[in-house]
């Protein structure tokens, strides 16, 4: 197990990869095989990899007499499969297309589920059939948003938001460029995180998914359908819609972009959701938006540093054309702004090219 890797002693690299994929260990890989195989009573199915997410949970493609199906592995002690399912069940509930469940066993930490198919959305989605997809999404994320968030939820508030603009100052800035700001640069730092903060906290509350982006979707006839919903909360209710159209692995022209969301707030107006004003609203997208962006550079840093799944960090230069589109529209924000540019960007350039830059 992990833990008996831990504690035996100096670690080798196939060590420090099974503690990062815990489903690669051989226990694993056999009970998994052969859960699998009981479940569709095949003794000749068989497993291989389809996907793996930033947390501890990973995905097999299971093919036997039965057909294709997916395995969804949350070892126990990692990852907890119940409010997957939890989640899982409210949001069929209210109409939205989620993967079915074939068979489930909690305390093992397996579910086997439908076979969506193998690209998701991001894979699919092209200039051409964007505005058809992005429209379908909606149809999903409009029903998400009138949801009754349950009381005993999570809610999107202040400590998540103190906890995400840390991520950012601690794990790229300095874990990943070397920065650590001082004086005026930290004070401009903390005043443009409390613009944002305070932005987020004064909009309309709805259910949430917190990564509602096309990575997340599979383009399936009556979907798409939604996956990673388990950590559903109650929060603003521009950020998914931000989400989607300003993607963690997806860039469109902005314009296309403000286009999309005018047709969000439009089709949200007419559901009877708690949007504002469509000016008001743009600038509540762009601000979380903004807010996301630096969560996400940092989140992705740690990945890379404290998990070693560096590839996350090829992602960054995409956060940081976002916020130069962004950002120049509104002043309240251009101590960020000053800051991306005398610091965050020159380093950055120092990293990928050091003789250059000096």
Known sequence: SPLFLLMRGPLGAADVACMNDPASLPERTAQRLQWTRAQLDDAGAQLERASVDAGMRSYWRATSR?????????????????????????????????????????????????????????????????????????????????MPVPPDFGHFGPALLVRDAGLFDEWFLQRHLGICLEGADRECLQQAQQHLMDNALGQAQVMTHRDFMPRNLMPVADGPAVLDFQ???????????????????????????????????????????????????????????????????GIFSRLRYRDGKGHYLDDAPRF?????????RYPELDG???????????????????????
Do not use: N
């Open 66 to 146: 039965q057909g294709s199906h997916i395995v969804m592995d949350s070892p126990p002690g990692l990852e907890d499969v119940r409010p997957w399912l939890r989640m899982r069940g409210l949001l069929e509930q209210q109409g939205l297309r989620v993967p079915a469940v074939v068979a489930e066993d909690v305390e093992l930490g397996l579910l086997l589920l439908e076979d969506l198919g193998g690209p998701t959305l991001a894979r699919v989605i092209d200039t051409d059939s964007a505005d058809l997809w992005f429209d379908r999404a909606m149809d999903q994320l409009l029903a998400l948003q009138r």
């Open 231 to 297: 950590d559903l909360v109650r929060g603003p209710i521009a950020y998914d819609p931000v989400s989607l159209f300003k993607d963690a692995f997806l860039s469109w022209p902005l314009a296309r972009v403000d286009g999309w969301l005018q047709r969000y707030h439009q089709r949200a107006v007419e559901a009877g959701l708690p949007v504002p004003a469509w000016e008001v609203f743009l600038r509540d997208a762009d601000w979380l938006g903004i807010q996301r962006h630096l969560k996400c550079l």
């Open 320 to 328: 940081i054309a976002y916020l130069d589109e962004v950002l120049p």
């Open 336 to 358: 960020l702004r000053d800051l991306l540019e005398r610091r965050i960007k020159p380093a950055m350039d120092e990293r990928l090219d050091p003789a250059a830059a000096r």
